[in-house]
Nanobody
Framework: QVQLVESGGGSVQAGGSLRLSCAAS????????MGWFRRAPGKEREFVAT????????YYANSVKGRFTISRDNAKNTVYLQMNSLKPEDTAVYYC????????????????WGQGTQVTVSS
């Protein structure tokens, strides 16, 4: 079992930055690939970024590539999402998730989810 708690969301103007954190409970955090997803109002939940168990491999959605960076600290049981050059279209609830199978871009690959944190970007 893994419990995930996101933090770091908020309101920011376009061009600004935020860093999201996701703290995981349990002693097996390093056994899971981790991902960030988001759901904008009226839209389906979509993939943002994923990172492998070791942190060596990462993969991003095209919409955030070059602006967002996913990282993890296995000693702190925490995964991060650094978001720079934010745009109004980044406004969404952001969720972190854990996948026993490793990295993944589909919601169905993730068995554990946090409650989400709101990010609002104004123009």
């Amino acid at each position: 079992q893994v419990q995930l708690v996101e933090s770091g969301g908020g309101s920011v103007q376009a061009g600004g930055s935020l860093r999201l954190s996701c703290a995981a409970s349990g002693r097996t955090f390093s056994s899971y690939g981790m991902g960030w997803f988001r759901r904008a109002p009226g839209k389906e939940r979509e993939f943002v970024a994923t990172i492998s168990r070791s942190g060596i491999s990462t993969y991003y959605a095209n919409s955030v590539k070059g602006r967002f960076t996913i990282s993890r600290d296995n000693a702190k049981n925490t995964v991060y999402l650094q978001m720079n050059s934010l745009k109004p279209e980044d406004t969404a609830v952001y969720y972190c998730a854990a996948a026993a199978s490793g990295v993944g871009i589909r919601t169905t690959e993730y068995g554990y989810w946090g409650q989400g944190t709101q990010v609002t970007v104004s123009s």
